[in-house]
């Protein structure tokens, strides 16, 4: 029995709702996932299936959208200066040779400080200014601007620490300000006690035993670069699964994997950060969004081992995940199969939630089926 298919779409879109229920028609019984999507803030696609609009799910490194829309804005307004250094807002960050990097290359994953020797407790990765003394202080694990490798779980808090130096304010409290509250989106960084009810605990991931396979021939060690990132080097090594579950996460919202989100929140974040919502204009500017969709760390990925692209923060999603969307898309995608972007050729803006883990990890590779047809529907507005 599978699960039946809720929600709408608008004229044009009816390709997407076919791929939704064929998708959904393959997965498991107890499938639960959501998909929305914006052009040029009008709401196109709302559509749901195992659970309700209303469902909250942990959204791990989508989270991470959010910070970099925060600091998009602060750039923006002039509070921020990519090609300032970060000691110029961070003193203490100039520690162990890093007072030479700028804003500009520690946004795009090239600071070196994927974590420290020792890793970190659940306090300290539920609270990104306890993240940020600790990183200050660490020696880096290459020479900070000469490569990258996907800051994981510590993204948000080194980019928080510089907003919270420049403005006085918690990159959570100017999110939840300018972004959250005025276009009401329901993308929380810091659960409210009210909406616990409404969020759904991860299911773990349920691989086959091909899948297993794979994933049992990655190569581990609690001291290679991978583990200390994901901090599988800590006295109790993280079980990244399992994060969102926490209560301590979810409330405290770190800005690296704490978000909390519905596809509504996702997609009606990025469209409000190219085109707007409602009666609220566009956050950005289109040359705010070229200037942080434009290539700044691309090849391979020191953390990944593979090949992967950054923007100022956000992942190049054209170059990443989804070839067929325009030039300079920003996005991210979560560990546990969330995705949402901004294509501003198109005016697409896209957010995608499940509950069970996907595997291998990353963007659910439905994703794929699902942006292309609402990519492709777009395109004929």
Request: with cysteine; aromatic share 10%; hydrophobic share 40%.
């Amino acid at each position: 029995m599978t699960q039946e298919i809720h929600g709408s779409v608008a004229d044009g879109f009816e390709a997407v709702r076919e791929e939704f229920t064929a998708f959904v028609t393959g997965e498991r019984a107890d499938y639960e996932g959501q998909l929305c999507a914006y052009v040029r803030g009008r709401r196109v696609v709302d559509l749901w299936a195992g659970t309700d609009a209303d469902a909250l799910y942990g959204v791990f490194s989508s989270t991470k959208g959010a910070a970099y829309l925060v600091v998009a804005l602060l750039v923006q307004d002039g509070t921020l200066e990519l090609d300032r250094k970060v000691t110029y807002y961070w003193p203490e960050f100039a520690a162990e040779g890093k007072g030479a990097l700028t804003l500009r290359d520690l946004l795009a994953h090239r600071a070196g400080v994927v974590g420290t020797d020792t890793g970190f407790t659940l306090a300290e990765l539920a609270d990104d200014r306890q993240l940020a003394e600790r990183l200050a202080d660490q020696r880096p694990f290459w020479r900070p601007g000469t490569a990258f490798g996907y800051h994981a779980l510590v993204a948000g808090a080194l980019a928080g620490e510089v907003v919270r130096r420049a403005t006085g304010r918690t990159l959570q409290e100017v999110y939840q300000e300018r972004i959250r509250s005025p276009y009401g989106l329901d993308f929380h960084l810091g659960l409210p006690a009210p909406e616990e009810p409404r969020f759904r605990t991860v299911q773990p991931m349920d691989p086959t035993p091909e899948q297993q396979a794979v994933l049992d021939a990655v190569p581990t060690g609690p001291h290679a670069l991978a583990s200390i990132a994901f901090n599988g080097n800590a006295a109790e090594p993280t079980d990244l699964v399992s994060l969102p579950d926490m209560p301590l996460i979810r409330a405290k919202g770190p800005a690296s994997v704490g978000g909390v989100a519905s596809a509504r929140g996702l997609a009606g974040m990025y469209a409000a950060a190219i085109s707007g919502v409602g009666e609220q204009p566009a956050l950005l500017k289109p040359d705010t969004v070229a200037e942080f969709g434009q290539f700044h760390s691309t090849g391979y990925d020191l953390v990944a081992r593979a090949h992967k692209s950054f923007g100022l923060g956000f992942q190049m999603t054209a170059d990443t995940w989804h070839p067929f969307l325009g030039a300079g898309t920003i996005g991210h995608s979560g560990a546990g199969g969330s995705q949402a972007f901004a294509d501003p050729w198109s005016g697409l803006a896209y957010g995608y939630t499940r509950r069970r883990f996907a595997f291998p990890g990353g963007a659910a590779p439905e994703n794929g089926r699902l942006a292309r047809a609402v990519h492709t529907a777009a395109l004929t507005l």
